[in-house]
């Protein structure tokens, strides 16, 4: 199992920038991906931005080119950075581990750890 824990949520004006961060522990070798979910008030949950020890990456069309997922040497911590952030960018973001992926994805089923969530507010 892997344990994930987020950071770095909080509340922005609209066109703002945060950086979230997820620190991994436990079997974290085995992990191949790593992905960043996201979950509004009434919505189900939503793939941001997927990464993969082969340096795949993925991002929902929602974010692309301004969002950017990073992770340090040996998977974590890992990052997502926020720019130009909207009012529809507000929800609880998820870090997710997947150590059985075949490629980046932003489908939640195949991850198997989860973090707790951080919230993110943005106001216009």
């Known amino acids: 199992q892997v344990h994930l824990v987020e950071s770095g949520g909080g509340s922005v004006q609209d066109g703002g920038s945060l950086r979230l961060s997820c620190a991994a522990s436990?079997?974290?070798?085995?992990?191949?991906?790593m992905g960043w979910f996201r979950q509004a008030p009434g919505k189900g949950r939503e793939g941001v931005a997927s990464?993969?020890?082969?340096?795949?990456?993925k991002y929902a069309r929602s974010v692309k080119g301004r969002f950017t997922i990073s992770q340090d040497n040996g998977k974590t911590p890992l990052y997502l950075q926020m720019t130009s952030l909207k009012a529809e960018d507000t929800a609880m973001y998820y870090c997710?581990?997947?150590?059985?992926?075949?490629?980046?994805?932003?489908?939640?089923?195949?991850?198997?750890?989860w973090g707790r969530g951080t919230q993110v507010t943005v106001s216009s």
């Open positions: 990464i993969c020890d082969d340096g795949r990456i």
């Open positions: 997710a581990a997947d150590r059985w992926a075949a490629a980046a994805s932003l489908d939640p089923t195949p991850y198997d750890s």
């Open positions: 436990g079997d974290i070798g085995n992990v191949r991906c």
